[in-house]
């Protein structure tokens, strides 16, 4: 380009329609946002724990008592029951021996289902304070001038 020719500059007045010739800069800028993603999983199971329980019962039972009952008085006769006849002294052959069925009470176990607690899983929103770092780019221009030309007016 000659020394000769000049370009207006914004504003002069009688400005030529020609443009003026500029150069236009970009920069990139930091431009933060946030998404939903998802951060982890939880699976909820049940499980059995046995413990052992020791409780104690009190049962009952039916004991054999054997009282002995003199049949016969001071003077060795026969007395109440005995003058019937019932009671004799000599065994019977064909009697069946006496039998008698004792019974206790044995402890019963029986177990029931029974709910006692019921969870909730519901989730909440927290927040936090972190620090995002970025490497952003911008331009710059570099004026270089001819040594015989104006000094050159140094970086934008």
């Not at 380009?1 to 990139?28: C, K, N």
């Not at 770092?133 to 000094?151: G, K």
């Amino acid at each position: 380009m000659p020394d000769s020719e000049q370009y207006p500059t914004a504003g002069a007045s009688g400005a030529s329609p020609d443009p003026v010739p500029a150069i236009t800069l970009s920069r990139e800028i930091v431009k933060l946002g946030t998404e939903w993603a998802e951060s982890g999983r939880v699976r909820f199971r049940r499980r059995i724990i046995t413990e052992t329980r020791q409780v104690e019962v009190t049962t009952r039972r039916e004991e054999l008592v054997i009282e002995d009952v003199d049949v016969t008085d001071r003077n060795g006769a026969l007395v109440g029951t005995a003058k019937d006849g019932r009671v004799t002294d000599e065994p019977r052959p064909d009697a069946a021996p006496l039998v008698i069925v004792l019974q206790e009470e044995v402890p019963e176990l029986s177990l029931r289902l029974r709910p006692y607690e019921q969870v909730t899983v519901t989730t909440t929103i927290g927040s936090r304070t972190g620090r995002v770092n970025s490497q952003v780019h911008r331009e710059e221009v570099d004026v270089d001038t001819a040594a015989s030309a104006a000094p050159p007016t140094g970086r934008r």
